[in-house]
């Protein structure tokens, strides 16, 4: 088993998870929707990843939809002790591969039983409500919704409860209704808007997720993100992951992928070691 970068977080009393992850949405077809090409090369990436070390799986039901997850069960199930798998709701898919919100307490009940039939769980470790745009909050209350999601837990079905793409107005608004374990947000080397809330996540110990830290679907084009590359040895992806576990001990990486060979390259770039000089440079990014 290889030694993971960055080591654990502690997220809860009963939940520990390798701070290197997996994001499974890339286990769908094309554009998040359908079955993939090769469903037997997704089993084998989901298989590697748990073989590396990895005890953090971040999936949604929608991925596919409920593909991603029936890909999950199909190559995990019975799931190995002391892996934590993450979903989010708040969000369908329609015919055209569309993802209109999906907010309604009806529709987020519905959305929790999905995930727990097609992962095959009786309760669910983590759910995030994702509330915000592509990759930006939207403003306005999240209460109604995180109210309901809130109800289930206490009826047992979920265990932990996050929150995706807010701001930190929303943060503050869903701690004075129930306690949050991590926040999920569009962050990266490159579009750092939410520094302040990463730090003050970090105080109160709970784990900032960044979803897209490669750039998203357009990966990150940045001269001096190649050139710090160069003199490491290393591919600017492999930085801007070791970049996001030096940034602060609360991020919690979750790339995606459909390759086995690039899920380890993955790993293998989160070990890199950044000196403060490579650090200072690489900050000057987003300036």
Same mark, same amino acid.
């Given at each position: 088993?290889?030694?993971?970068?960055?080591?654990?977080?502690?997220?809860?009393?009963?939940?520990?998870?390798?701070?290197?992850?997996?994001?499974?949405?890339?286990?769908?077809?094309?554009?998040?929707?359908?079955?993939?090409?090769?469903?037997?090369?997704?089993?084998?990436?989901?298989?590697?990843?748990?073989?590396?070390?990895?005890?953090?799986?971040?999936?949604?039901?929608?991925?596919?939809?409920?593909?991603?997850?029936?890909?999950?069960?199909?190559?995990?199930?019975?799931?190995?002790?002391?892996?934590?798998?993450?979903?989010?709701?708040?969000?369908?898919?329609?015919?055209?591969?569309?993802?209109?919100?999906?907010?309604?307490?009806?529709?987020?009940?519905?959305?929790?039983?999905?995930?727990?039939?097609?992962?095959?769980?009786?309760?669910?470790?983590?759910?995030?409500?994702?509330?915000?745009?592509?990759?930006?909050?939207?403003?306005?209350?999240?209460?109604?919704?995180?109210?309901?999601?809130?109800?289930?837990?206490?009826?047992?079905?979920?265990?932990?409860? #996050?929150?995706?793409?807010? /701001? *930190?107005?929303?943060? !503050? &608004?869903?701690?004075? $209704? @129930?306690?949050?374990?991590?926040?999920?947000?569009?962050?990266?080397?490159?579009?750092?808007?939410?520094?302040?809330?990463?730090?003050?996540?970090?105080?109160?110990?709970?784990?900032?997720?960044?979803?897209?830290?490669?750039?998203?679907?357009?990966?990150?084009?940045?001269?001096?993100?190649?050139?710090?590359?160069?003199?490491?040895?290393?591919?600017?992806?492999?930085?801007?992951?070791?970049?996001?576990?030096?940034?602060?001990?609360?991020?919690?990486?979750?790339?995606?992928?459909?390759?086995?060979?690039?899920?380890?390259?993955?790993?293998?770039? #989160?070990?890199?070691?950044? /000196? *403060?000089?490579?650090? !200072? &440079?690489?900050?000057? $990014? @987003?300036?």
């Amino acid at each position: 088993m290889t030694t993971l970068p960055g080591g654990t977080f502690t997220m809860a009393a009963d939940l520990t998870v390798t701070r290197m992850g997996y994001g499974a949405m890339q286990l769908a077809g094309p554009g998040v929707f359908g079955p993939p090409a090769d469903r037997n090369a997704a089993v084998a990436v989901l298989r590697a990843a748990v073989a590396l070390g990895i005890t953090h799986l971040d999936t949604s039901d929608y991925y596919g939809p409920h593909v991603t997850n029936q890909i999950i069960k199909e190559a995990l199930y019975p799931y190995p002790e002391g892996l934590h798998i993450v979903t989010k709701v708040g969000a369908e898919r329609d015919a055209a591969g569309g993802w209109p919100q999906a907010l309604d307490p009806e529709q987020l009940q519905a959305q929790v039983y999905d995930n727990l039939r097609n992962l095959g769980l009786d309760v669910l470790d983590v759910v995030n409500l994702r509330v915000g745009q592509f990759n930006s909050p939207s403003p306005g209350s999240i209460a109604e919704p995180f109210t309901a999601l809130a109800q289930l837990q206490q009826e047992g079905l979920i265990k932990h409860l #996050g929150i995706s793409t807010v /701001s *930190a107005e929303q943060v !503050a &608004e869903a701690q004075s $209704i @129930a306690p949050i374990v991590e926040v999920q947000n569009f962050y990266n080397i490159a579009h750092r808007d939410d520094d302040d809330l990463v730090n003050t996540l970090a105080a109160q110990g709970i784990a900032y997720v960044p979803y897209f830290p490669l750039g998203g679907f357009s990966p990150l084009q940045s001269d001096t993100l190649n050139a710090v590359a160069a003199r490491l040895g290393a591919t600017p992806m492999a930085v801007a992951l070791a970049w996001l576990l030096q940034r602060s001990p609360n991020i919690l990486l979750i790339p995606g992928t459909s390759s086995v060979a690039h899920l380890r390259e993955n790993v293998a770039g #989160g070990a890199l070691s950044l /000196s *403060a000089d490579a650090l !200072a &440079e690489l900050n000057g $990014i @987003a300036s």
